[in-house]
């Protein structure tokens, strides 16, 4: 095993295998951050939906607002009438709870939908990390491999050369 050619097989191998081993913890690297990355931007999402959802809330609590004012001033108007709630100012009374009552459950529904979002939004980072953490462990399994497949070929042309004997 002194002659060149035989030394120059064996550190040509051992560079492959080295670097075929730093390629696929690099790679490995690469794919955490891109991990990091997409939880980050999913728990971005996430908080911009929840903005969102927050002020369908604000919109609702808006509503009830605006519908205790009507009812105020529906009443205030009526004070001199002997029953507020017959005829033209029962009918206005509950039109405007019908109507706060819609406008109110459509902002609820809307919040409880982004409220969703956030975890659709969530899940797919999670997702989205698995799948680059996988492919880091592909990488590095890649790496080690063809690490080990340089050196048995070393071991093949060692045989072949009449190394071990």
Same mark, same amino acid.
């Given at each position: 095993?002194?002659?060149?050619?035989?030394?120059?097989?064996?550190?040509?191998?051992?560079?492959?295998?080295?670097?075929?081993?730093?390629?696929?913890?690099?790679?490995?690297?690469?794919?955490?951050?891109?991990?990091?990355?997409?939880?980050?931007?999913?728990?971005?999402?996430?908080?911009?939906?929840?903005?969102?959802?927050?002020?369908?809330?604000?919109?609702?609590?808006?509503?009830?607002?605006?519908?205790?004012?009507?009812?105020?001033?529906?009443?205030?108007?009526?004070?001199?009438?002997?029953?507020?709630?017959?005829?033209?100012?029962?009918?206005?009374?509950?039109?405007? *709870?019908?109507?706060?009552?819609?406008?109110?459950?459509?902002?609820?529904?809307?919040?409880?939908?982004?409220?969703?979002?956030?975890?659709?939004?969530?899940?797919?980072?999670?997702?989205?990390?698995?799948?680059?953490?996988?492919? !880091?462990?592909?990488?590095?399994?890649? !790496? *080690?491999?063809?690490?080990?497949?340089?050196?048995?070929?070393?071991?093949?042309?060692?045989?072949?050369?009449?190394?071990?004997?």
């Amino acid at each position: 095993m002194a002659d060149p050619f035989t030394a120059m097989l064996v550190i040509s191998t051992v560079v492959s295998a080295a670097s075929s081993m730093s390629a696929a913890n690099q790679q490995k690297g690469m794919y955490a951050q891109q991990a990091q990355l997409a939880q980050s931007q999913s728990r971005s999402e996430a908080l911009r939906v929840r903005q969102s959802e927050l002020g369908y809330r604000q919109k609702g609590v808006e509503v009830l607002k605006r519908q205790r004012e009507t009812l105020a001033t529906i009443n205030a108007r009526t004070l001199g009438a002997l029953d507020p709630f017959s005829g033209s100012v029962g009918n206005l009374s509950d039109q405007a *709870y019908a109507d706060g009552a819609r406008d109110f459950q459509m902002n609820l529904d809307n919040a409880l939908i982004t409220h969703e979002n956030i975890a659709i939004t969530q899940k797919h980072g999670e997702m989205q990390a698995s799948i680059y953490g996988q492919a !880091g462990k592909s990488a590095m399994y890649k !790496g *080690y491999s063809q690490a080990a497949g340089s050196v048995g070929t070393l071991a093949m042309q060692g045989q072949q050369l009449g190394w071990f004997k």
